[in-house]
């Protein structure tokens, strides 16, 4: 039997759950932003010209962020990045000066100036100094806000290992990582040692992770049997943690690749998952803006000649809100027509499919048939509860059910929702296997393309031409 959705332990993501690292790393990129705009007001003439200038901004940003200067990290340094970034910055003002050179030999009467070797010496020193300064003081607040508010974080591995990183990060309270619980598999059997809580089941990681607030795992170097199921990670990120590996292998092993941090002289590492990255889902973002705002434009008139004829045949309230759940668990209000008017709102909440239902109208009915009902979903694009293309979103009370019956149901929330997706255009739609569609949604994350997304809403738009409704 499914828990209700009011009972305290009931299995469902948690909303409004911040993504970690996202001000920090914002705040980064505004000190790199500045630092260049510093550099060129401090050339020896009045800065540059606005194209070289933008060029100099972008080079440098890109760089940084190649080489990971923007990645969310758990304890870092500001002493090893000083050569990651005055060589980069040194790369950016060497292509501008290359830049500026071409076209002064192009165009002899160009105001452009050459960049001298001085100036691209003072330029690069004095962005340099700037971004290390800025960041050696965005790091400093970091960390001291660390040790005030030590961030909640499970530890995830073996019992033996689990247990020794928890007690070993315990004991290093300025590293501002405090274990709330250790996370080990189902078949160990009881740990005796252990100074927090040993998690076993997802229903008990789920638990502390909404009730601790946590906001990272940190996984010790194990086989993948080291966690209780394969979509522990997935279902962590779509509960809003960021997840990392530390090497806790005997001391004097070489690893291949050495990590870019250390907590607590275990070398650490992001753990990267396949979601889309940051600036894949900017892209994705932008497509979702140049599609919509002219379709939502072009869609007007359809958009009023439904509102009317619902509103004829059906009295006021043309638009049904409804909470759904979106990317990493949080909830917002979809927009649609009102093609039927539940009785109560708990039908509302738990009702499955009305596809059937004798009291929808026959302007309801249409609707539903033609997915015209979905067409104010434009607007939840604009705003940027959804996406264009992604996992279909489902209401909390469903949400919770799907995640307790199929393990991978839940690790469709790293990915942005969206109005339609693979699974609904391989017909996943209405009174389907939800196993199937999550197992196609979580294929479309896994193997995420702007392509992909591209292809999907060119095989959506044919499929309107045999619409089946859900």
Request: overall charge positive; charged content about 15%; aromatic content about 6%.
């Amino acid at each position: 039997m499914v828990t209700p959705r009011e009972a305290p332990d009931h299995f469902a993501l948690s909303a409004h759950r911040p993504r970690p690292g996202r001000p920090f790393v914002s705040l980064l990129l505004a000190v790199d932003c500045t630092a260049a705009l510093l550099g060129m007001l401090a050339l020896p003439y009045a800065g540059l010209p606005a194209g070289p200038a933008a060029l100099l901004l972008a080079t440098v940003l890109v760089l940084n962020t190649q080489a990971g200067l923007y990645r969310p990290t758990l304890v870092r340094g500001m002493l090893g990045d000083v050569p990651a970034l005055f060589f980069r910055a040194l790369i950016g003002w060497c292509v501008v000066s290359t830049v500026l050179a071409h076209r002064t030999a192009l165009v002899h009467e160009s105001a452009d100036v050459p960049l001298a070797v001085s100036a691209v010496a003072t330029g690069c020193a004095v962005q340099t100094l700037v971004s290390c300064a800025g960041r050696s003081a965005a790091l400093w607040l970091r960390r001291q806000q660390a040790v005030r508010r030590p961030r909640p974080t499970l530890v995830v591995g073996p019992a033996a290992t689990a247990v020794r990183v928890s007690a070993a990060l315990s004991r290093q309270s300025s590293g501002g990582i405090r274990p709330v619980g250790v996370v080990v598999p189902p078949s160990e059997g009881p740990v005796e040692t252990s100074q927090v809580p040993v998690l076993r089941s997802l229903e008990d990681v789920q638990r502390a992770v909404i009730q601790n607030g946590v906001r990272d795992c940190l996984f010790t170097h194990a086989d993948d049997a080291a966690a209780p199921t394969a979509v522990l990670p997935p279902l962590l990120e779509a509960l809003g943690c960021a997840l990392w590996q530390l090497d806790t292998r005997a001391p004097g092993f070489v690893a291949p690749q050495p990590a870019p941090d250390e907590l607590a002289a275990f070398p650490c590492r992001p753990l990267t998952s396949a979601v889309a990255s940051g600036p894949g889902l900017l892209f994705k973002r932008l497509i979702d803006l140049l599609v919509t705002v002219p379709a939502l434009i072009a869609a007007a008139p359809v958009l009023l000649v439904c509102a009317l004829v619902l509103r004829w045949s059906d009295g006021p309230g043309v638009l049904f809100r409804q909470e759904r759940i979106g990317l990493r668990g949080q909830a917002f209000t979809l927009l649609k027509f009102r093609t039927l008017r539940p009785d109560t709102a708990h039908e509302a909440a738990t009702r499955w499919n009305i596809a059937d239902d004798q009291r929808m109208s026959r302007a309801g009915h249409f609707m539903r048939r033609t997915s015209l009902d979905e067409l104010p979903q434009l607007w939840n694009v604009i705003r940027g509860d959804i996406s264009l293309v992604g996992p279909r979103p489902e209401r909390p009370y469903f949400v919770a059910q799907f995640s307790q019956a199929h393990p991978g149901y839940a690790a469709r929330h790293r990915m942005p929702v969206g109005i339609t997706g693979l699974a609904q255009v391989q017909g996943l739609r209405g009174d389907t296997s939800i196993e199937d569609r999550a197992r196609y949604d979580n294929y479309y994350i896994d193997h995420w393309s702007l392509w992909q997304d591209l292809c999907i809403l060119l095989r959506t738009a044919a499929s309107l031409l045999r619409p089946t409704g859900s």
